[in-house]
């Protein structure tokens, strides 16, 4: 008997084969390169990253599954890959001074941004738990290496071990709530759980209900929710900076975009169940990441605690599980990943050799010596604590519409105050950059052309968001037709 095997249609990620095979390219090219020959790797890297926002944004508009049923290319995933092709270009576009001068000009680094990259467009595109499990080690173990890319650091080494670790630790987490579902409902496939679970819901509740916890333990960890950021502060401290600016935009947003997936398109029967637990997780990470963050002298420190106040909105979002909540959630990770990878080229910038310049106020009098730089901080420091007319204030305000309008009145009020309270320690590095006394000298700063476009991309597009969000609104709305 002949048996003939299903057509394989590679369509749907056509765009995470460009960043595969990007990848491999720059790992074979860099055998044959000489030290000072191997910015032709930082072209090579954007070109690829180009050609899959390309190849990607030709797929938006309709639902495309692959390889039975376990990826989808959809809208939503479109929206997600292009936020972390961006994220990526940006990543590299800092990176091109940062690591000569650290001395980490290594082929393998843009290779493994391309293939944390192709982890998370695994991940936005999973429809099935054992994918997005795959996608979410490929990007994690790309995530562990750079985070310990400099090699000679024992800050760094510190942060890529605790990294590990911990993250190791979630991931069993999260495969122990896999295994869960699948012996309840019999598949790993998103809607194959959904369509099973109101069968369920009386004769195994208890199981699904663990199941659930699981996943939101492994998923808090990645998107540094508390109880689960512990090791937000001290791995974006000891990471390189360009990398600590990667983690905390693309990997974030690839997250929630599973939490988001799962919960709403697979575990949505059970919302009474899961809502009351994120939202007192929302509560808590918005709380505690801002009042944390106002202690903090070390910069990288300040903006990880803030990224865990972030987090918290984001989640809130979540709790409101309506359409213009998810609306929110992919306008606010487009505008986070813009103004966060714009404050940490800045602090890339002001760096030197061996000192980097963390401390706060190390910024003084910025303002006056560097006029443009100090500017550039400050619409993002402003769109961070969401001050109109930035993005961040559209981003989190429509955030706190989403959840008034699901009825979490209560919610949306904490959320406000915790952003009153996060506009002291946004501010105080403005004042400090206008309205301080140098406490050190600002060496010459050489500038390379790649720096100076990530930085007119970043503060162009927060401006951009914030003075005329209409055209990406629309868009991220029609984004989430997959699911409403």
């Known amino acids: 008997m002949e048996i003939i095997a299903p057509p394989i249609d590679l369509t749907g990620i056509m765009p995470m084969i460009i960043i595969a095979i990007t990848g491999i390219l720059v790992l074979i090219i860099d055998l044959f390169l000489k030290e000072r020959s191997k910015n032709i790797l930082i072209f090579i890297s954007l070109t690829g990253v180009i050609i899959a926002a390309r190849v990607s944004f030709s797929q938006y508009g309709g639902i495309h599954y692959s390889f039975h049923r376990t990826f989808v290319m959809d809208t939503f995933s479109v ?45 936005a595109g999973g429809s099935d738990l054992i994918t997005i499990f795959l996608g979410l080690e490929i990007m994690s173990i790309s995530l562990y290496i750079l985070a310990g890319f400099r090699r000679t650091k024992k800050e760094s080494n510190e942060a890529a071990l605790k990294y590990f670790l911990l993250g190791a630790f979630a991931t069993g987490f999260l495969l122990y ?6 012996g309840v409902a019999g598949s790993t496939n998103l809607k194959d759980i959904a369509a099973s679970i109101p069968g369920r819901l009386f004769d195994q509740k208890p199981l699904l209900l663990m199941g659930m916890a699981l996943l939101i333990i492994g998923l808090g960890f990645k998107v540094a929710s508390v109880p689960f950021h512990m090791w937000t502060p001290d791995v974006y401290e000891g990471a390189p900076t360009s990398i600590t600016a990667f983690m905390s935009a693309g990997p974030k947003a690839a997250a929630f975009a599973v939490f988001f997936r799962i919960f709403i398109d697979s575990l949505g029967n059970m919302e009474p169940n899961w809502n009351v637990i994120i939202g007192i997780m929302a509560v808590l990470t918005m709380t505690v990441g801002n009042v944390l963050a106002i202690a903090q002298d070390n910069i990288k420190r300040m903006l990880a605690y803030s990224s865990i106040a972030h987090a918290g909105y984001i989640l809130v979002a979540l709790v409101a599980a309506n359409s213009l909540g998810f609306t929110s959630v992919l306008f606010y990770m487009l505008a986070y990943t813009l103004m966060n990878m714009g404050a940490f080229a800045i602090i890339i910038i002001l760096g030197n050799k061996g000192e980097e310049h963390l401390n706060i106020s190390d910024y003084a ?9 100090a500017f550039a901080m400050s619409v993002f420091m402003f769109s961070m604590a969401g001050i109109p007319p930035m993005a961040g204030f559209i981003g989190k305000f429509y955030i706190f519409s989403a959840a008034i309008k699901a009825g979490y009145i209560g919610l949306a009020i904490i ?36 720096i100076i476009l990530a930085l007119i991309i970043s503060v162009w597009g927060t401006l951009h968001l914030g003075i005329l969000p209409g055209t990406i609104i629309e868009f991220a709305r029609k984004s989430t037709f997959a699911f409403f």
Do not use: C, D, Q, W
């Open 415 to 450: 959320g406000v105050i915790n952003s009153v309270i996060s506009v002291f320690y946004y501010l105080r590095i403005t004042v400090i950059m206008y309205m301080r006394e140098p406490v050190r000298e600002f060496n010459p700063i050489s500038l390379s052309p790649l």
């Open 177 to 182: 709530g896999i295994a869960i579902l699948y």
């Open 365 to 373: 009098g910025l303002g006056f010596k560097r006029p443009l730089i």
């Open 79 to 123: 929206f997600f890959n292009l936020i972390f092709l961006l994220g990526t270009a940006l990543t590299i576009l800092i990176s091109a001074n940062y690591i000569k001068r650290e001395e980490i000009n290594h082929g393998e680094y843009y290779a493994l941004i391309l293939f944390a990259t192709m982890g998370m467009m695994l991940m």
